[in-house]
C-alpha cells in the first residue's frame, strides 16, 4: 500500500508539473516579454498595468486596484479586460476593455499605440533594478535681451545632447533670436546649446526651461547671462548646469 501511496504522489507531482511547463510554454514570445509590472513614466510613479502568466492582469492607479485578464492576439495586438463586479469574463475577448497595438523598443520599453486610434500613442517602462540607459525626449527654450537692427537678426543656435557613453553630440538650426519656441531634443543625460550672432549685434540669455518628455519643468533659472558664444550644458540626474 505504501509503494502504490507513494507512486501516486510521483504521478501527481509529475502532472502538475507538467501542467505548469504547458502553461509557462503556452505564452508566445511577446506574452513572456510582456509579463511584469509596467509604467507610463520612468518616474513609476502611482500607476501602473501587472501583467501575470496566468492570464490575469491587475491595473493600479492612485484610487484601488482593478484585477483583470490580458492576451496578445495577431502577434502584437495586447487586449485587456477589467471587469465590473457584475460582470465575467465569458468571452471577454470579443469586446475589451484597452486594445493596443505594441511594438518593443528594448525589453524594458514598449510602444503603446491605441489599436482605433494611431494618434494615440503611449511609451510603458518596465520595472527592473538594473534599467538600461535610455534616451528620452526633452525640450528646452531660452530667452533674454537682444539689440539689433529691427529687433531681430540672424542667430545660429548649435544645440547640445549626449549619447549612450556620455559622449556630446551636436546640430546646428539657423532662426531670429529669441524665437519663443521649444526646441526638442533626444538625450540620455546632457542637453544644451550655444548661440552666436554677427559681431554688430548684442544678446544676453537671461530665461531658460527645460521639460521633460511629460511637460514637466525639470529645470528653469532666470537670474544668470549667458552671453554670445557661451555654452550652457544641463545634466539631468544631477541636477546641475556648467557654462563655458
Known sequence: MKKIFLVLIGVFAFVGCSKEDDSSSSLSEIEQRLVGVWYPTTDYEDK??????????????????????????????????????????????????????????????????????????????????????RAEEFQIYFNGEHQGQYGEYSLETTYYTDDVDGELNSEVVTSNLFSGDYYTLTAFDKVGFKYETNTESQASVELIEIKDSSGNIIFTKSDFSIGIGETFIYEISSDSYTVD
Not at 501575470?52 to 492576439?73: A, F, M, P, Q
Not at 475589451?96 to 514598449?110: N, S
Not at 489599436?115 to 540607459?133: G, R
Open 48 to 133: 501602473w498595468f501587472t501583467y501575470n502568466e496566468d492570464g490575469t492582469s491587475i491595473y493600479h492607479n492612485s484610487e484601488k486596484d482593478y484585477d483583470g485578464v490580458w492576451e496578445v492576439i495577431d502577434n502584437n495586438v495586447l487586449i485587456e479586460f477589467y471587469p465590473d463586479p457584475d460582470e465575467t469574463v465569458e468571452g471577454w475577448q470579443e469586446n475589451p476593455d484597452l486594445k493596443h497595438i505594441i511594438e518593443f523598443e528594448d525589453d524594458f520599453k514598449i510602444q503603446r499605440t491605441d489599436y482605433n486610434d494611431n494618434t494615440l500613442v503611449t511609451i510603458m517602462y518596465k520595472e527592473c533594478e538594473l534599467c538600461p540607459a
